[in-house]
């Protein structure tokens, strides 16, 4: 059993792992880790509620990961493992800069290579959403990053006198009928059209591969038929996998 723990923008979710299976769960804000304090408390919370061999880390918020590391020491009595591209992946990152990768993005890269083959395409819909690719040959390339879903309503709030905070949702119509409709409208099928044309892209440079959503607003495109499958945990399902390579 692992904790695998993943650091996002927003928030940052603790799973107790056996193999692909999740028996535990903790999800906080990621401001909530911010303080030495705070992150102690949590990081004892989470070994109360669930022993474990080691602790692996995908973080994209750098401010934190001093802290974490810190607080998992202090209470489980090791060192977590953070993944960067020079972890025990399975797979060549063939891009520019590797170091520029986001663990997330290496970590859902690993996980679909080992549960789609290659090559694929990951969708994350998190903060910002991102495309992940994976060539024939099985290596992570690169992809696209744009705004997320939450960042646009978001700065069509704080950027604008009149728009409101708006609940994102999927909506059928096109023309929205109030400021609240017409925003998700908006939102919903500029997402919808956005991932259409990335993936039509992508597969022109890459060749056809099969399409995976992942993050917190993936289930929203369940029935958009642009995805072979949905896999809200796939960042968490590649972690464990990482972790089996590092301790095979």
């Not at 802290?67 to 020079?86: E, N």
């Not at 990152?93 to 859902?108: E, F, S, T, Y």
């Not at 690993?110 to 994976?134: E, H, M, N, Q, W």
């Not at 039509?200 to 072979?228: D, M, N, Y």
Request: aromatic share 8%.
């Amino acid at each position: 059993m692992i904790w695998a723990v993943l650091i996002g923008n927003s928030r940052a979710v603790a799973a107790a792992m056996e193999g692909t299976m999740i028996r535990r769960r903790r999800v906080v804000p990621t401001d909530s880790l911010r303080e030495t304090k705070q992150a102690l408390v949590w990081a004892k919370g989470i070994r109360k509620s669930q022993e474990a061999e080691g602790v692996i880390v995908a973080s994209v918020v750098p401010r934190v990961d001093p802290i974490l590391r810190m607080a998992i020491r202090q209470a489980f009595g090791f060192s977590p493992q953070f993944v960067t591209h020079k972890s025990e992946l399975g797979l060549q990152v063939k891009i520019k800069k590797p170091h520029q990768v986001g663990a997330d993005r290496l970590a859902n890269a690993v996980a679909a290579r080992k549960l789609y083959g290659s090559p694929a395409i990951v969708v994350d819909y998190g903060t910002g959403t991102t495309f992940d690719v994976l060539d024939k040959s099985g290596a992570y390339c690169g992809g696209a990053i744009l705004p997320g879903i939450g960042i646009s309503l978001r700065a069509l709030h704080d950027f604008t006198a009149k728009i409101p905070k708006v609940q994102f949702e999927k909506v059928s119509f096109a023309v929205g009928k109030t400021t609240e409709e017409a925003v998700r409208s908006g939102v919903y099928h500029g997402a919808l059209g956005t991932t259409r044309e990335l993936l039509l892209r992508i597969r022109a440079e890459v060749g056809a591969a099969p399409a995976v959503a992942t993050g917190g607003w993936c289930r929203v495109f369940e029935q958009s038929h642009l995805f072979k499958a949905i896999e809200p945990d796939l960042t968490l399902k590649g972690l464990s996998f990482i972790w089996q390579n590092d301790h095979a």
